[in-house]
């Protein structure tokens, strides 16, 4: 059996919500058992839970805090949704599974957190930001509809998951994928050692990769609604390392 970690709101299959057990549901499909880890900035107890998992998943949901990559709350966000410790624990977990080679997969506030958690900094509010279009970033339901198109960047994991190594060699096309898009917060800065893969098409950053490890990939958009996004949790698998 492949394990892998699922980071949440809570630690009990009952209190999941729909959009949680979304995430669930596509993993056990790609023949994955997702292992629920609770919020805890305690490093002996975030050690014991990593030590038994295969791969992670870093899923979507609120803000990370300014504080975490240097900036102040600005006074302008009309939206700032924080949770101290979960930032505390999933911070740790990102950081601790690049040091690992563990395969990770960041969704939307996952991709941001695997940021950070490497020293890059995010555009706080998306909204406001001089690239973007408000409107395309905050997509009501249903979330199984794409509104954005984004720009695979050639010689990257992602492209390579998504297209196929073989369409590399391919020349003059511009490789797209249509997706959804809710988010708040964006890639500013990547970390030093990642590398943006997916570029929205006006100009926000749509994923980030570690072309040094196993599979270190964050995609800023929801690919656990799309059909067209599940050879990435499959590349999840088939990354993941287990014993036989």
Same mark, same amino acid.
């Given at each position: 059996?492949?394990?892998?970690?699922?980071?949440?709101?809570?630690?009990?299959f009952?209190?999941l919500?729909?959009?949680?057990?979304?995430?669930?549901?596509?993993?056990?499909?790609?023949n994955?058992?997702?292992?629920?880890?609770?919020n805890?900035?305690?490093?002996?107890?975030?050690?014991?839970?990593?030590?038994?998992?295969?791969?992670?998943?870093?899923i979507?949901?609120?803000?990370?805090?300014?504080?975490?990559?240097?900036?102040?709350?600005?006074?302008?966000i009309?939206?700032?949704?924080?949770?101290r410790?979960?930032?505390?624990c999933?911070?740790?977990?990102?950081?601790?599974?690049?040091?690992?080679?563990?395969?990770?997969?960041g969704?939307?506030?996952?991709?941001?957190?695997?940021?950070?958690?490497?020293?890059?900094?995010?555009?706080?509010?998306?909204?406001? #930001?001089?690239?973007?279009?408000s409107s395309?970033?905050?997509?009501?339901?249903?979330?199984n509809?794409?509104?954005?198109?984004?720009?695979?960047?050639?010689?990257?994991?992602?492209?390579?998951?998504?297209?196929?190594?073989?369409?590399?060699?391919?020349?003059?096309?511009?490789?797209?994928?249509?997706t959804?898009?809710?988010? #708040?917060?964006?890639?500013?800065?990547?970390?030093?050692?990642l590398?943006v893969?997916?570029?929205?098409?006006?100009?926000?950053?749509?994923?980030?990769?570690?072309?040094?490890?196993?599979?270190?990939?964050?995609?800023?958009? #929801?690919?656990?609604y799309?059909?067209?996004?599940l050879?990435?949790?499959?590349?999840?698998r088939?990354?993941c390392?287990?014993?036989v």
């Amino acid at each position: 059996m492949i394990f892998v970690g699922v980071t949440t709101h809570t630690t009990s299959f009952s209190d999941l919500t729909d959009s949680e057990r979304v995430y669930l549901d596509v993993l056990k499909r790609c023949n994955m058992t997702p292992v629920l880890l609770k919020n805890t900035a305690d490093f002996v107890d975030l050690e014991a839970q990593i030590a038994r998992l295969d791969g992670l998943v870093l899923i979507g949901g609120g803000d990370v805090h300014p504080c975490h990559y240097g900036r102040l709350i600005e006074d302008d966000i009309e939206y700032m949704d924080f949770n101290r410790d979960r930032d505390l624990c999933e911070l740790q977990l990102a950081r601790r599974a690049h040091q690992m080679d563990l395969p990770t997969l960041g969704i939307c506030r996952g991709c941001q957190v695997m940021n950070v958690s490497l020293g890059g900094t995010l555009i706080s509010d998306v909204s406001t #930001h001089h690239r973007s279009h408000s409107s395309t970033h905050q997509q009501n339901k249903p979330y199984n509809v794409a509104v954005q198109t984004v720009h695979i960047q050639p010689e990257t994991r992602l492209f390579d998951i998504l297209f196929g190594p073989q369409a590399r060699h391919i020349d003059d096309i511009d490789w797209v994928i249509n997706t959804n898009s809710m988010h #708040h917060q964006a890639i500013e800065h990547p970390a030093s050692g990642l590398f943006v893969n997916a570029i929205a098409s006006d100009g926000v950053y749509e994923g980030l990769e570690d072309p040094d490890r196993t599979f270190y990939i964050g995609v800023q958009w #929801h690919p656990e609604y799309l059909p067209n996004c599940l050879p990435l949790f499959e590349a999840l698998r088939d990354a993941c390392h287990t014993e036989v």
